[in-house]
């Protein structure tokens, strides 16, 4: 019997649910795997568009033409965006929804890849430096001819929960944490709060559950709607729409990929692996978002990532990312390699590997950026 670090003396569990019914088997890409996503997802089935949609702000900076847009999504706080292109455009351009990551830092959502019309902030600043090569990556992507939208999603931003929602029993919790920590900045305002939504997170997930949905439903719901706005805007070319990700970006991209018919491609940056991959390795780090419930049954992460082959698909890899081991990238790179062979288009399936940490850096970027442009103009001159 294998013994797993985490499961202890409950390690034959493993077994024992393999046992019960088959774990990750392989769902082909198809009409039939697109159906089963949407329906462990929950939130699929009804109206998606933004509600009460306003431009709070215009302005131009940096060779780009910004707006602040606000809309409502049926329940909570209005969803905060921005949208961003470059200046003085009279032609329809492709377009872009790009997706923060979750970073354990859901303080700010939008902000964290996109600059908008006021300076940026220090943390953010810092923030950059350490996972995206010190720059806002929704401008630059913007500069490159795109039209890109970047919005807060459940749990984020203008989408969080308000500290004093947060239970009075993990304020307590979290308060005791941090007493213990020497870093100042760790019983900020914005330090406090990132730490006490890493335990709100499960809160939240078992009300998703008990929903009839989950973490990843809801938010990949949100982000369906702010496709359908993208697809509203008038310069946006809608056979030309893609999106992209780090991270928790990454998982929202796939889930688009998915979920989504108009998404033409799509990039997902440091987050593909197989849940084999994350036994006894990386399952405490990760957002309950990358574990949809009960999609183990059905199939693998791999496999909802290419649900919609031969629809392009970009993976970008860390080789030394500590969210992942080498022999689940390699693994998931496979599978999803052979997804696109199965339907006779593996050249619409690249997978890129990096050296380094967890991250989406100028180089990457670039790569990214390339590859984007390449598959929407492909896209637009093929309609």
């Not at 302005?59 to 905060?80: C, F, K, M, N, Q």
């Not at 335990?199 to 949905?213: A, R």
């Not at 290419?306 to 689940?328: I, K």
């Not at 950026?369 to 637009?380: V, Y």
């Amino acid at each position: 019997m294998t013994i797993y670090q985490h499961l202890g003396i409950f390690s034959d569990l493993v077994d024992d649910a393999r046992r019960q019914a088959s774990l990750y088997p392989l769902a082909v890409p198809g009409t039939a795997t697109q159906r089963k996503v949407r329906d462990i997802l929950g939130f699929c089935h009804g109206p998606e568009t933004p509600l009460d949609v306003r431009v709070e702000q215009t302005w131009e900076r940096d060779g780009l033409s910004g707006e602040w847009i606000t809309w409502a999504v049926g329940y909570g706080p209005r969803t905060e965006a921005y949208l961003l292109k470059p200046a003085g455009t009279t032609t329809p351009l492709p377009g872009i929804v790009a997706l923060h990551d979750h970073g354990g830092f859901k303080f700010f959502g939008k902000e964290k890849i996109a600059d908008g019309p006021a300076d940026t902030p220090q943390v953010l600043v810092d923030y950059r430096n350490g996972g995206y090569g010190g720059r806002a990556f929704a401008n630059a992507l913007a500069k490159e001819g795109f039209v890109v939208l970047v919005h807060d999603t459940f749990l984020w931003g203008s989408r969080k929960f308000p500290l004093e929602d947060v239970p009075q029993e993990i304020r307590n919790q979290t308060q005791a944490i941090l007493s213990m920590n020497s870093d100042p900045t760790a019983m900020d305002e914005i330090g406090f709060y990132n730490q006490a939504t890493v335990v709100h997170e499960h809160l939240v997930s078992k009300y998703c559950n008990l929903l009839g949905t989950s973490m990843a439903g809801v938010v990949s719901h949100e982000d369906r709607i702010a496709v359908n706005y993208l697809l509203s805007r008038p310069e946006v070319l809608a056979n030309a729409v893609g999106c992209i990700g780090l991270s928790g970006g990454g998982n929202r991209a796939a889930l688009l990929q998915a979920t989504h018919d108009s998404i033409q491609a799509a990039v997902i940056v440091g987050l593909m692996s197989t849940y084999d991959g994350l036994l006894d390795h990386n399952v405490f780090s990760h957002t309950w978002m990358f574990f949809p419930f009960q999609w183990a049954r059905v199939g693998d992460w791999p496999d909802l990532a290419a649900c919609r082959a031969p629809s392009p698909l970009l993976v970008q890899y860390d080789l030394e990312d500590d969210l992942f081991t080498p022999a689940g990238m390699r693994a998931a790179d496979a599978r999803i390699a052979t997804h696109y062979q199965s339907v006779g288009h593996p050249e619409a399936y690249t997978g890129q590997f990096y050296p380094g940490p967890h991250k989406f850096d100028l180089e990457m970027q670039t790569a990214a950026f390339a590859w984007l442009k390449e598959q929407l103009e492909s896209k637009t001159m093929s309609n």
